[in-house]
Structures are given as C-alpha cells and as structure tokens.
C-alpha cells in the first residue's frame, strides 16, 4: 500500500512537469515575438532614414524645417516677468505678471521684437498704473489682457495680437 502511494505520487509529479513545460514554451515564444515586434518598431520610426518625399514636405523654402501650426493657432511670444508696485498702495502691494502673447503670423514676429522696448515700457507703464482691486477680480484680469493686447497693436503694422495669456499671475 505504500508502495502504491508512492507511485500515485511519482505520477501526479511527472504530470506536472508536462503541463507546465508548454505553458512555458508559450510564454517564450510570446516574449520573443513581442521583443521581435518592439525591434521592428523601433527600427522603422527611428533607425530609418526618411524618404526624399517626405524630407522635401517638411523642409521650408530655405532649406529650413518649416513650423507646422495647427488652424487658428498663431506665433506664441512669452515675455519676460514684470513685477511692479501697485498703484495706491503705497509700495506695500505689488505684483508680478508673465504673459504670453499670440501673434497672428510668423511675419508679425521680426516687428515685434524690434519694438519690443517700447512694447515692455507700454505694458510696464500700465500695470503700474493698476490697483489691487483692478486686478484682483476675474473681470480685471480679463479687462487687463484686453487692454495688453491693445497697447501692443499700437506698435505693429505688420500683423497684430490675437490674445494675451497669463502664464504667471502674483499680487501680495
């Protein structure tokens, strides 16, 4: 009888063995496969060099690549952060403004940087002129951009501002 035991035992181990050996066959073969599919992956978006036609898509007329932008989606300009006293406060308040600019075409952006001083002194004369209740609302906030964005269409021919947008916004 124990004799049997020990042979029922031997032969539910050599079972085992054989169910788990495919299963372990698969799972390589799955790595392998999913490896093999990551290289070709790989290769293919970036080892391999791009067909003339498409080089000749993304290069500009000067041989540069040309910025894609998508529809309704102008030059974007982030200026420097002005921080200044707030108008009636006596120096105790002031605040400190990043923003970014929309411009409406790339051909807007040489005339932009080449009045940039005059642009930086018109916005700085502004904010300075604000008080805490002019910019601590939402309603003054937006009233401020639109007011930026006015100043600084006063010095562009070229094209103008679509928008400004806050990047940063602090008043203490």
């Known amino acids: 009888m124990a004799e049997e035991a020990e042979g029922e035992e031997g032969e539910e181990g050599g079972g085992e063995e054989k169910k788990g050996l495919p299963i372990k066959?698969?799972?390589i073969v799955v790595g392998v496969l999913a490896l093999a599919g990551g290289g070709y992956f790989a290769y293919t978006n970036f080892f391999q060099e791009k067909p003339v036609e498409e080089l000749k898509k993304e290069e500009g007329t000067d041989g540069e690549k040309a910025e894609e932008l998508p529809p309704g989606l102008g030059v974007m300009f982030t200026m420097d952060p002005?921080?200044?006293?707030?108008a009636g406060s006596e120096g105790k308040r002031f605040l400190k403004v990043t923003a970014t600019l929309e411009l409406s075409s790339p051909e807007v952006n040489p005339e932009f940087e080449e009045n940039?001083?005059?642009i930086t002194d018109s916005i700085l004369v502004l904010l300075s002129s604000k008080s805490f209740e002019d910019?601590?609302?939402?309603?003054?906030?937006?009233?401020?951009?639109d007011e930026i964005t006015t100043r600084v269409n006063r010095f562009l021919v070229v094209g103008h501002v679509k928008d400004a947008?806050?990047?940063?916004?602090?008043?203490?």
Do not use: D, M, R
């Open 82 to 86: 002005f921080v200044v006293n707030l």
């Open 165 to 172: 947008y806050f990047t940063e916004f602090i008043v203490q």
């Open 116 to 118: 940039l001083q005059k």
């Open 135 to 145: 910019v601590y609302s939402v309603q003054g906030k937006f009233k401020l951009k």
């Open 25 to 27: 066959l698969i799972l």
